[in-house]
């Protein structure tokens, strides 16, 4: 079992490389149209498409708000949130330029970009949020589950075997929604994942939960609470 654990944890951490770095917890709390910087407060943001309206959210300690959204939720002390250099690296940016303007820039250009992290290797599990260009602006949740179906069943297939995809409804912030649910197995042990689809005018942003031997999604959804 030591083994077979050892193999999922390894697994995980290529499939989710994003959240399992060494570097030190983000601990200070940001104004929610920047998280993670404070740099750019004079610079002005991309005025050529909506989405240099795009909100980030705030984390502090282990926690996540984003008021765009009306979304908080408090995570346990003893997970790992990723840095600012560690969202920034996964989304093909650098520290120094991980502002407002350089993320409205990448979305624009078709860039997916990862602005919270919150990973549990020994479980294990992670809860990921991502924000990109919405596809089909006037969508709801079931169009864009079908629309990237298709890729979510792609992307999973490299991590595990003999998986399966479904439709499925999931308790988040008091509220029943559709979220694309994957499972399957490596090393023949579990694995299953979890995405909610958040349209938010030309912007999506995603809920992702990855967790290893049990399925940790309606426990890990449900923390997060509607703000006003």
């Known amino acids: 079992m030591k083994k077979y654990l050892i193999a999922l944890l390894a697994l995980l951490v290529i499939a989710l490389a994003a959240c399992s770095s060494d570097s030190e917890l983000t601990k200070s709390g940001k104004d929610p149209a920047g998280i ?31 008021a765009t959204l009306g979304i908080s939720a408090a995570f346990p002390e003893n997970l790992h949130i990723s840095s600012e250099a560690e969202l920034a690296a996964h989304s093909g940016l650098t520290a120094d330029t991980f502002d407002r303007a350089a993320i409205a820039d990448a979305i624009e250009n078709g860039q997916t970009v990862e602005i919270f992290c919150a990973s549990e290797l020994a479980a294990p599990y992670s809860v990921t949020i991502r924000v990109l260009k919405n596809p089909l602006p006037d969508g709801d949740e079931a169009a864009l589950i079908s629309h990237f179906s298709a890729e979510a069943i792609t992307e999973f297939e490299q991590t595990g075997v003999n998986v399966v995809s479904a439709v499925a409804e999931a308790e988040f912030c008091g509220q029943e929604r559709p979220v694309l649910t994957l499972s399957g197995s490596a090393e023949e042990l579990p694995l299953y994942e979890t995405i909610l689809y958040l349209p938010c005018g030309d912007l999506l942003y995603t809920v992702t939960v990855l967790s290893g031997m049990t399925d940790r999604s309606a426990e890990l959804l449900g923390l997060f609470e509607a703000i006003n």
């Open 36 to 66: 993670h910087h404070n740099r750019d407060t004079d610079q002005p943001a991309p005025q050529s498409w909506e989405g240099s309206d795009v909100d980030i959210g705030m984390t502090e300690e282990s926690a996540y708000k984003n």
